[in-house]
């Protein structure tokens, strides 16, 4: 993981991350609420990395965005994914929430707004967004439902 940027707006990229930014490589961003507010444990921690699984496949770089004490995080480390997985009195971040989070040095998940606040700020050859109900870069017509996640499309 990269140490955080700044003081004021700490963000930490995960390695795989970083390393995509540097290459130029292609970045999915990915909201996090679904796996601290959307499902329970295990079955949140088994459907965020499949979902990541299936971006990497692709050719891209899975960047799921969280809060942990106080620093976005753009892209999670193994562990770090399944601390959040676990996690108790996780915060639901939006962009109005995302500075409260920061100060008060909590966890955040974040919805698809605060989320898309690392997406303007990545290259604009690089960047994808996703809020796990569409990969439309990779799958056009990609469907998602409380239970399935189900790519369709031409390499499907």
């Known amino acids: 993981m990269t140490k955080p ?15 995509a930014k540097q290459r130029g490589a292609p970045i999915v961003a990915l909201e996090s609420t679904i796996i601290t507010h959307g499902m329970p444990y295990p079955g949140n921690i088994e459907m965020a990395r499949s979902v990541e699984a299936l971006i990497r496949e692709q050719g891209a770089v899975p960047a799921t965005i969280a809060v942990i004490h106080g620093t976005l995080h753009i892209g999670l480390e193994s562990d770090q994914l399944e601390q959040l997985a676990q996690a108790k009195d996780v915060l639901k971040v939006s962009r109005a929430d995302l500075a409260f989070a920061i100060a008060e040095r909590r966890h955040g998940a974040t919805t698809v707004a605060a989320t898309m606040i ?21 799958w056009p017509t990609a469907t998602y439902t409380q239970n399935s996640f189900s790519p369709s499309g031409p390499d499907s």
């Open 5 to 19: 940027i700044s003081p004021l707006l700490p963000i930490a990229y995960s390695k795989e991350v970083a390393s």
């Open 118 to 138: 690392e997406y303007f700020r990545a290259p604009r050859s690089s960047r994808t967004l996703t809020n796990w109900a569409t990969v439309e870069r990779f």
